[in-house]
């Protein structure tokens, strides 16, 4: 097991390697000068050229590279073009925010989506199945920054509630989780209404039911272990999407994360900031991804010699393992 | 089981309906659809039950208030007044800073840390300062610092357009309250400069120890606020500061938020979680100013927005093509479907509040006249043009219409939606063959109003004319007003003759306060004094 842990990190490697070298790419190749924009269209051209070649602009592609790499390696990021500030300093001031706000969303939508998904599975086809499964359309084909503007209007403005922005207490958190989560929540419930479903079918459960076991026992112990490996696969998909992707909420709610601060970087073409925080994204989503392959083994005892099996020789998968373990 | 599907038919449909309500009756928050909106938006206090947790008299500061906490619309990278020139710092800066003389309500510059001055000869200037100022660091505001941020001001590349006419190695502290101020060439701007908030004074030592990117995100300055911490992303706070020379604020502690999202502005205004939102969205200012508890300050800018046109490039080089393409435009309806009726056609080159603007235009709209004019230019069956925009609302709309309207006589428009970064390349370039632009006008005078013209300037119009040149110069180095008035009325009307480019619009803006807060006047720069804030 520890092996195959080990073996994981050392093969993140060259993941983020290639990461940092395609982000370093597409943003060399992009139209747009740097120097430019921070001097504004005020400059003369003497004036630009001078501060592209004190922001070592002029160098080749390779120089840079190598350049950025080596810093990496040594743990520097690079400054931010704008505020001139160290990355590491820009990144570590939005990541306890994105990340407190992807761990409550999901953890939100795990409280929600796996008890409305059992729910409907046990009760295919009543109203509460039905009823559940438009809400979770709903939620998935809601554009999720909507969602937040109709809550702010209604909890914030109507009511008088909630505040509408900002993140400076309790209070604050409950219309960004709920927004941010909307679609984990439907997308954790579909998921778990299937795998239920597909499990409950199943002939072992008909012979616990047989042998006389309560209902409960039925569902959480026999039913939800094993129905559980694709429902974790979702989650982990969902809080990873969250780490980067909730741009458009930290908008809304005026909250300062990374997906604002990268979404700001390219705009303004402050490279390092937008290499630093895809990198940061890069490495959480490997952590989140081993974290959740170690998950699997604890719910399911055969991945788990699988992956002693494969210590040895890694040729499955995980997810390709979890798959088969599912379908059996 | 079909009897299933028709109840989840049902209630999908109730759902849907129910949410379809919600919408309406949140308003007009993404829509300026007057009819539903207007109706929940002007609803009096009784009918609407709108209003939200704030206390029962409307005008009335909450009790024991004594902060002020306004909304930015974009989070300044520094607040060196002298490393930037974005309206959102220089409005933090209002509280930070001053300047060594102000203008009143009526135009006339008044003393502020300068208590009298003379014009010693056409280029020599010398102001007493006071004796009684410190920095929020405790030291004393001398004519050392005074020079230091002038000659700064004449260096940096952000301020040089101000004050590039100052001389930096003549200009020197002539004891520690006199300063002279020494002019490379005669410049009539001068105090305009002087008294916007571009011409802070700041402190000396205090940036020099600190470095000039650290003294941009912990300011030190001689306002009545001092700087006290910078969360990145979110927000900027100040305090008090109590060695202040002047009348002290009625708020001990002020907080700048940056909520980039123009609805959230506006909604945060309304619930009361801020004082002031910069910078509202047009779709947001009917409710802003129905509603009770807020106040809509609107007022014309004092920049305006114009269709570039490069005339180093084909077909725009041909003074008939440019004209064509002028006449070719309903400005009217152009400016109304664009602004939503917040704007005027821009007649002239540089807004009516600015000194010396003369209403020279605009170019009549007459489609006959502009094809005839394409055909005389060698393009009677049309030609191709590209056109970029900013994938701004107002911009994207722009483009729609002239490439609808320039279609009538045969040019043929390609639209390009680039992001900022790559238009201020592009046009920097000289590569941009038209494209609509609204550059903010740095100072409420004729010599930044015409920003644009400059013949050194790199953005893509390239007229490479060098009467305009003179002219500017000429009107630049005239310190009497009439002159002046009368170089820059032969200027634009120039301009309008040769149609290097067309004036669009004079837009309007607003910010919306809290009705409680008094005092705050429009401000054409879009950078409102924050010192005049008074609670009711």
């Known amino acids: 097991m520890l092996r195959f842990v080990v073996k994981r990190i050392i093969m993140t490697i060259p993941v983020l390697l290639g990461v940092i070298f395609i982000i370093f790419t597409m943003m060399f190749f992009t139209d747009g000068d740097p120097a430019r924009l921070i001097l504004g269209d005020d400059a003369l051209p003497e004036e630009v050229e001078l501060l592209r070649e004190e922001m070592g602009l002029n160098d080749s592609f390779l120089e840079q590279f190598l350049r950025y790499l080596t810093g990496v390696i040594q743990g520097d990021l690079g400054i931010s073009y704008t505020t001139k500030l160290p990355v590491t300093t820009e990144i570590m001031a939005r990541l306890p925010v994105t990340f407190k706000l992807a761990v409550f969303s999901t953890l939100f939508a795990i409280c929600i989506g796996i008890p409305a998904g059992i729910i409907s599975a046990v009760r295919q086809y009543s109203i509460l199945d039905n009823v559940t499964m438009v809400l979770a359309l709903l939620g998935i084909t809601m554009p999720n920054f909507w969602l937040a503007l109709l809550l702010t209007l209604f909890f ?16 604050y958190y409950i219309m960004p989780v709920i927004s941010i989560s909307a679609l984990s929540v439907a997308t954790i419930t579909r998921m778990t209404r299937s795998s239920m479903l597909e499990v409950i079918r199943q002939d072992y459960i008909r012979t ?121 | ?163 590039g006419s100052i001389d930096p190695d003549a200009t020197k502290a002539l004891d520690e309250h006199t300063l002279e101020l020494k002019l490379k060439a005669p410049y009539a701007p001068l105090f305009e400069a002087l008294a916007s908030f571009r011409g802070a004074m700041l402190s000396k030592n205090a940036r020099e120890t600190a470095g000039e990117d650290a003294f941009g995100r912990a300011p030190v300055g001689t306002g009545p606020m001092k700087f006290k911490e910078w969360v990145s992303g979110d927000r900027i706070e100040l305090e008090a500061y109590e060695g202040y020379w002047g009348e002290t604020l009625p708020f001990k502690k002020a907080v700048a938020r940056i909520i980039v999202e123009g609805s959230a502005r506006a909604i945060d205004l309304e619930t009361g ?46 003074e008939k093509v440019r004209k064509a393409l002028a006449y070719a435009l309903d400005m009217e309806n152009l400016v109304k479907t664009a602004y939503q009726g917040q704007a005027a056609v821009a007649d002239s080159f540089y807004a009516p509040s600015i000194l010396g603007y003369k209403q020279v235009g605009p170019y009549e709209y007459n489609v006959e006249k502009a094809k ?165």
Not at chain 1, 156 to 171: I, K, N, T
Not at chain 2, 406 to 433: F, Y
Request: net charge negative; proline share 5%; aromatic share 10%.
């Open chain 2, 372 to 536: 005839a004019l394409l055909a005389e230019a060698g393009y009677p069956n049309g030609v191709k043009m590209e056109y970029y925009t900013m994938e701004n609302q107002i911009n994207m709309t722009v483009a729609e219409v002239v490439k609808n309207m320039w279609g009538q006589i045969g040019v043929e428009v390609d639209i390009q939606i680039v992001d900022l970064a790559t238009q201020t390349q592009l046009n920097n370039d000289g590569k941009c063959p038209a494209a609509s632009m609204a550059p903010t006008v740095a100072m409420a005078d004729p010599d930044a109003g015409l920003m644009i013209w400059p013949i050194y300037r790199t953005i893509s119009i390239r007229h490479n004319d060098q009467h305009i040149q003179d002219l500017l110069d000429k009107g630049r180095q005239t310190y009497a007003e009439a002159d002046r008035i009368a170089i820059y009325g032969e200027l634009q009307d120039y301009l309008f003759e040769k149609c290097y480019s067309i004036p669009l619009a004079f837009p309007r803006a607003a910010f919306g306060t809290r009705a409680y807060i008094t005092g705050l006047e429009f401000a054409p720069s879009l950078v409102p004094d924050l010192t005049q804030v008074k609670f009711a």
């Open chain 1, 156 to 171: 914030s403005v109507y009511l008088g509630w909630l505040p509408a922005s900002g993140l400076y207490g309790p209070l």
């Open chain 2, 1 to 163: 089981m079909i009897k299933r599907q028709i109840i989840s038919l049902l209630l999908a449909m109730v759902m849907v309906l129910g949410l379809t309500a919600c919408g309406q009756s949140s308003g007009n928050a993404g829509s300026n659809a007057p009819a539903p909106g207007g109706e929940s938006a002007s609803a009096a206090p009784g009918g609407g039950e709108s209003s939200t947790a704030a206390p029962a008299p409307t005008a009335a500061t909450p009790a024991g208030k004594d902060d002020l906490i306004f909304a930015l619309d974009q989070e300044p990278a520094t607040l060196d007044p002298y490393m930037h020139s974005k309206q959102q710092g220089f409005t933090v800066g209002t509280l930070i800073y001053e300047t060594l003389i102000k203008k009143d309500a009526s135009g006339n510059f008044i003393p502020w840390l300068a208590t009298e001055w003379e014009q010693k000869d056409e280029t020599t200037f010398v102001f007493k300062l006071r004796d009684d100022v410190t920095f929020h660091d405790g030291s004393k505001f001398t004519a050392e610092d005074a020079a230091y941020s002038l000659i700064l001001g004449s260096q940096s590349s952000f301020s040089a357009n101000l004050f």
């Open chain 2, 273 to 318: 979680g801020i004082d002031i939102a910069m910078e509202l969205p047009f779709s947001d200012w009917e409710r802003i100013e129905y509603n009770p508890e807020t106040v809509l300050v609107a007022g014309e800018s004092q920049s305006h927005s114009f269709i570039l046109l490069n005339n180093s490039m084909e077909p725009t080089n041909n």
């Open chain 1, 208 to 328: 616990a039911r047989a042998k006389g076991q309560s209902e409960g026992k039925i569902i959480f112990k026999h039913a939800l272990k094993n129905a559980l490996i694709p429902i974790i696969t979702v989650i982990g998909i969902q809080f990873a999407i969250t780490l980067g992707g909730a741009v458009v909420n930290e908008q809304v709610f005026a909250i300062p994360g990374l997906g604002k601060l990268m979404v700001d970087g390219i705009k303004a073409r402050n490279y390092p900031i937008v290499q630093g925080g895809v990198l940061v994204i890069a490495i959480m989503f490997s952590i989140l991804n081993l974290f959740i392959d170690l998950l699997y083994a604890f719910v399911d005892p055969r991945i788990k010699t699988q992956y002693q099996k494969s210590s040895a020789k890694m040729k499955s998968t995980p997810v390709a393992a979890a798959g088969k373990g599912v379908s059996q």
